[in-house]
């Protein structure tokens, strides 16, 4: 038998002709994950909160179906997003919950303004469950879908500096993630939602952070010494998307940080 790499067929996903949502699609984990999801055949509605034109070009080079404008954080706009979804796919069977953001401000607690924690929590839990409540409401209509919810190593391990951020991605993957799983078989036996947690990943939310000196810091506890690409992020959404390939999966954080043990708490 001819076991050369070029001989072996191309596992199948079967996510050819699914529709899918990407959110926060116009640059970083979000745009590779839509290019991810193309690539399997998938129709894709790119979403964007402030970056069109990128959200547009990336819609443009992967065919996508159509481009979303919607603020997460608003409840109207996380409604019509998904509604206006529908409308381009017929049905939104997959959706990866990708957008949040990131306060770069090293800040801690004790010092930390109840606005900034108001902000980052909005931006990140409360979006993610207003995009999850709009996607699950398309599960309770059709009886069938697949949820990825993209967390952070910061809510495993969390985040000096970054309690806010680190609190609001822990909800997520703890109490929002194990809940819903559960929840939804309520008006589904098929339908999954699991997680993926991305360690430091080269991005643009991440532009200015990982020089020499940091990548070499943050990278002491992981066995593969790298900082992770947004295509390494996106490939593992994809599986768990798939229910060829994560069928009898739920409920589950795959953590893409290179076997991170943890952070670094002194210098020396």
Same mark, same amino acid.
């Given at each position: 038998?001819?076991?050369?790499?070029?001989?072996?067929?191309?596992?199948?996903?079967?996510?050819?002709?699914?529709?899918?949502?990407? %959110?926060?699609?116009?640059?970083?984990?979000? /745009?590779?994950?839509?290019?991810?999801?193309?690539?399997?055949? /998938?129709?894709?509605?790119?979403?964007?909160?402030?970056?069109?034109?990128?959200?547009?070009?990336?819609?443009?080079?992967?065919?996508?179906?159509? &481009?979303?404008?919607?603020?997460l954080r608003l409840e109207k706009d996380a409604e019509r997003l998904?509604?206006?979804?529908?409308?381009?796919?017929?049905?939104?069977?997959?959706?990866? /919950?990708?957008?949040?953001?990131?306060?770069?401000?090293?800040?801690?607690?004790?010092?930390?303004?109840?606005e900034r924690w108001e902000e980052t929590v909005r931006a990140n839990?409360?979006?993610?469950?207003?995009?999850?409540?709009?996607?699950?409401?398309?599960?309770?209509?059709?009886?069938?879908?697949?949820?990825? $919810?993209?967390?952070?190593?910061?809510?495993?391990?969390?985040?000096?500096?970054?309690?806010?951020?680190?609190?609001?991605?822990?909800?997520?993957?703890?109490? $929002?993630?194990?809940?819903?799983?559960?929840?939804?078989?309520?008006?589904?036996?098929?339908?999954?939602?699991? /997680?993926?947690?991305?360690?430091?990943?080269?991005?643009?939310?991440?532009?200015?952070?990982?020089?020499?000196?940091?990548?070499?810091?943050? %990278?002491?506890?992981?066995?593969?010494?790298?900082?992770?690409?947004?295509?390494?992020?996106?490939?593992? &959404? &994809?599986?768990?998307?798939?229910?060829?390939?994560?069928?009898?999966?739920?409920?589950?954080?795959?953590?893409?940080?290179?076997?991170?043990?943890?952070?670094? &708490?002194?210098?020396?």
């Amino acid at each position: 038998m001819d076991a050369h790499p070029s001989s072996l067929r191309r596992i199948d996903t079967g996510l050819a002709g699914k529709g899918v949502v990407v %959110t926060g699609a116009s640059s970083g984990i979000g /745009a590779a994950c839509a290019r991810a999801f193309a690539a399997e055949g /998938a129709r894709v509605v790119v979403h964007y909160h402030l970056g069109e034109e990128r959200a547009r070009d990336i819609a443009r080079e992967i065919g996508a179906e159509a &481009v979303g404008q919607a603020d997460l954080r608003l409840e109207k706009d996380a409604e019509r997003l998904f509604g206006e979804a529908r409308a381009a796919l017929g049905a939104v069977d997959v959706c990866a /919950a990708v957008a949040g953001v990131y306060p770069t401000e090293d800040v801690p607690l004790w010092e930390l303004p109840l606005e900034r924690w108001e902000e980052t929590v909005r931006a990140n839990l409360t979006a993610t469950f207003l995009t999850a409540r709009a996607f699950l409401r398309e599960v309770a209509r059709t009886g069938e879908g697949s949820l990825v $919810l993209v967390g952070s190593t910061a809510g495993v391990f969390g985040e000096a500096g970054h309690a806010d951020y680190a609190a609001a991605k822990s909800g997520i993957l703890g109490g $929002l993630l194990l809940s819903v799983k559960n929840e939804v078989a309520r008006v589904s036996t098929t339908a999954r939602v699991n /997680a993926v947690a991305p360690g430091w990943t080269a991005s643009p939310m991440t532009r200015g952070l990982l020089d020499d000196a940091s990548v070499e810091r943050i %990278t002491r506890t992981m066995p593969l010494r790298k900082v992770a690409t947004a295509e390494d992020v996106a490939a593992q &959404v &994809v599986v768990l998307a798939s229910d060829t390939l994560s069928g009898h999966v739920t409920g589950q954080v795959v953590v893409v940080a290179g076997g991170m043990e943890g952070r670094i &708490v002194h210098p020396n």
